[in-house]
């Protein structure tokens, strides 16, 4: 007898009770809602998987892109600031100095700017299917970690030419650097995605602000060109301690600027909080302006 | 009674005029805007309150206005209404895609929302990867779209080319893939906006019988279409909207005869501007439909007695194909009155140079029964058949027969039935009956 009931209940409501859903107007603060992301991981993986899809299968080079960057940038770096600027590489060849910053900077600015724009890019999809909206810049930030992942093997290249060998501490240290630089731009995405879905202005805005803020990051630079009393100013741009200690603990250049990853994980942390709040208090409009 | 799935209370939707994408175009705009608000707020402040309720009204636009409505599990809904009228927002509304300014909804079960079919497509990825993506975006899990893929393909017919980027697919294969994903959509609740109105019409048939089929399993469906015959089919309930407000909600039967009398319905001209927006193909492209009467004025309303003009007007693009444009007429209740083709015989086997046509077809005055006629659109080539577009239920008319007395209603005042109502020719013929009496008296 319960058998049956159980059988019965199972064809009407596959997986359990019914969900019920309130459709209201949208709270002030709307908190992350974690659970609802958590729910919709199938989608993520989806969409980071087409996003890499689309972008090997369609162009020539397909991943010698994610090669030709930051070979290409830091030769001329090391033309223009290594031999004609003479600036100082903290004892290691000026050509693995800079590409050990900017590859973790290309990734860090490739994948904020593709968030703030795939709000925009995804508003046929925003106006026609109802699903977490920040699973958007999300998805845009994961799916940069590919071709994060091959030019660190380009770098592994580099520094086995040059016979420079990892600290030890790059085993933890660069996992957590990388999960850092992942939730600053995430945050840094969503507060760009959630201002340009409202004012196109913000593409005109992002290339400049990824010039300018290269080079308040120590990346054609090292930390230790920045004056000592200016150094907790400038840690306040958390990709100066990011990139400082991902070049220190690979390159063995000095110590761990630990005071100033410190500033730097906290503004990073301040940054995705707000701006993935930002987003979520803004997001009821998305559909509306898109 | 049946459990309640969709509970919807007094849901009122506002936007900004010009939408609100319009608010400031920009962002320096916008910073002029918040500057200047010191200044704003001290006239707003010396004007008097009626005004600043006027200013704010004219900037607003009430989408929805109270809209409240039940609806039960298994019930199948038609959602109509003319352009504008709320459809499309109460719909945005139930699957979440926008939020309700005020009032509140609540619905149980899982929601699937097909507001168009294909949704998330990627030209580059073939039709295998297509069919994963459009899935997980319209909520399946990964496991329901593997087990069900099978079937989808098949469902689409397009299995040979399943592995080829959906670039290279024709429109109309790409259309039965992404409506074939959809309809095997496996949620409780289904709200579906227009979808059927894509593909051509065997496989429009296809989709409305999975969708009829989607009701006998105890699934709920919303359903919005202009397709009054797609509705009084479909749904056994229909709510119409008008300027965001319910205005009437029963069968549908009794709804859509409402709605197409009302002449809510109707619109005797309907132009397409761009190329983009107008039906058709490389070959020819629709680019208006007008209802006249005989004398030449565009009308919705055509006395019975008298002739009408439909008429067609198209673009050819490419010299050397024979076509044939031709109407469908369908009444109110959904039935199919008749089908017209120009086989005029200077055109029928002639190849058409490019240019710009217009073809007209003239209806008898004195054929049509009274009521609402919608028309239907196509252009055909004959051998081979094929379809070059097919807009349905593009325009419509109403025909009035009024009690003049010389129609074919005669003096008769209640209402007839009858798909056509012809003023017949009628002969008689008369042999007067022998009777004693009447030949006594004429012959006294």
Redesign the interface.
């Known amino acids: 007898m319960e058998l049956v009931t159980d059988a019965v209940a199972g064809e ?2 596959p997986g359990g009770p ?9 709270a002030r603060w709307p908190g992350l809602n974690v659970r609802e992301l958590w729910a919709n991981r ?2 993520l993986v ?2 980071v998987w ?1 996003d890499i ?2 972008q090997y ?2 162009t020539v080079l397909g991943a010698a892109w994610a090669v030709v960057q930051p070979v290409m940038t830091m030769l001329i770096f090391t033309l223009v600031f290594g031999r004609l600027a003479k600036i100082p590489s903290d004892g290691v060849p000026y050509s693995v100095f800079t590409l050990a910053a900017l590859i973790p900077w290309m990734y860090f600015s490739n994948a904020f700017s593709a968030a703030s724009a795939s709000l925009v890019n995804s508003s ?8 977490p909206r920040l699973i958007i810049p999300i998805v845009s930030i994961l799916s940069g970690l590919v071709n994060f992942a091959v030019s660190c093997v380009v770098l592994a290249i580099m520094m086995l030419w040059y016979r420079v060998t990892p600290s030890w501490v790059a085993l933890p240290m660069i996992p957590a650097l990388l999960l850092l630089m992942i939730l600053t731009a995430t945050g840094v995405g969503c507060w760009l995605a959630a ?1 340009y879905i ?5 593409r005109q805005i992002v290339p400049f602000i990824v010039q300018i803020w290269m080079y308040i990051s120590p990346v054609v630079y090292p930390l230790s060109l920045v004056p000592e009393r200016y150094r907790t100013l400038y840690a306040l741009n958390p990709m100066a301690g990011i990139i400082q200690t991902f070049r220190v603990v690979l390159l063995r250049t000095g110590q761990i600027p630990w005071g100033t990853l410190g500033v730097s994980t906290i503004v990073g942390m301040a940054l995705f909080l707000s701006g993935t709040l930002y987003y979520r208090k803004t997001e ?2 998305f ?4 | 009674m049946r459990q309640l799935t969709i509970g919807a209370r007094d849901i009122t939707k506002k936007y900004r005029i010009g939408g609100p994408a319009q608010r400031h175009a920009s962002l320096r705009d916008a910073i002029t805007h918040a500057a200047t608000a010191p200044v704003r707020g001290m006239r707003a402040l010396m004007r008097s309150r009626d005004e600043r309720q006027s200013a704010r009204e004219a900037e607003e636009f009430l989408a929805l206005r109270g809209v409240s409505f039940d609806i039960r599990q298994g019930e199948i809904v038609g959602l109509i209404g003319r352009n504008g009228a709320g459809k499309s927002t109460l719909l945005k509304i139930l699957s979440r895609i926008t939020e309700p300014t005020s009032g509140r909804a609540e619905v149980h079960g899982r929601l699937g929302s097909l507001l168009e079919v294909g949704t998330g497509f990627h030209p580059d990825l073939t039709g295998r990867d297509n069919v994963f993506l459009n899935g997980a975006i319209l909520g399946m899990r990964r496991h329901e779209i593997a087990r069900r893929f099978d079937e989808i393909v098949e469902f689409s017919g397009v299995s040979q080319f399943i592995d080829t980027p959906v670039k290279r697919y024709s429109s109309g294969m790409y259309l039965r893939l992404a409506f074939a994903v959809a309809a095997h959509l496996d949620t409780e609740i289904l709200v579906v906006d227009e979808v059927l109105a894509v593909g051509d019409a065997s496989f429009q048939k296809k989709c409305l019988a999975k969708m009829e089929d989607v009701g006998h399993h105890g699934r709920t469906v919303v359903f919005v279409s202009h397709n009054m015959m797609a509705v009084t089919r479909l749904c056994q309930r229909t709510i119409l909207l008008d300027e965001g407000r319910v205005i009437a909600d029963g069968p549908s039967h009794e709804i859509v005869g409402a709605y197409l009398r009302s002449g809510l319905g109707t619109t005797a001209e309907r132009e397409w501007g761009d190329d983009s927006a107008a039906p058709g193909n490389d070959i020819v492209r629709l680019r208006a439909l007008r209802i006249r009467t005989h004398t030449g004025e565009i009308s919705e309303a055509m006395d019975i007695r008298l002739p009408v003009r439909v008429e067609m007007e198209f673009d050819v693009l490419t010299d050397g194909h024979s076509l044939v444009p031709n109407f469908h007429f369908f009444n109110e209740e959904g039935v199919c009155v008749f089908i017209a083709g120009d086989h005029d015989p200077a055109w029928e086997h002639r190849t058409r140079p490019r240019g710009r046509y217009a073809s007209t077809a003239w209806i008898p005055g004195n054929y049509l029964s009274e009521g609402t006629i919608v028309v239907s659109a196509a252009i055909s080539t004959m051998d081979p058949v094929a379809v070059h577009y097919f807009e349905r239920d593009a325009v419509a008319f109403q025909v009035i027969d009024s009690l003049a007395g010389d129609s074919a209603r005669g003096r008769f005042a209640g209402p007839i039935p009858g798909v056509v109502r012809p003023l017949l020719k009628w002969t008689t013929d008369f042999e007067p009956a022998m009777s004693t009496n009447d030949t006594l008296s004429m012959h006294p």
Request: charge should be neutral; glycine fraction near 0%.
């Open positions: 009407l409501a019914l969900p019920t859903i309130v459709i209201e107007p949208a199938e989608l989806f969409l087409r899809k689309v299968a369609q046929n999809l925003i106006t026609k299917v109802y699903f201002v409202q004012y196109r202005d913000v009821h409009l559909a509306d302006v898109a």
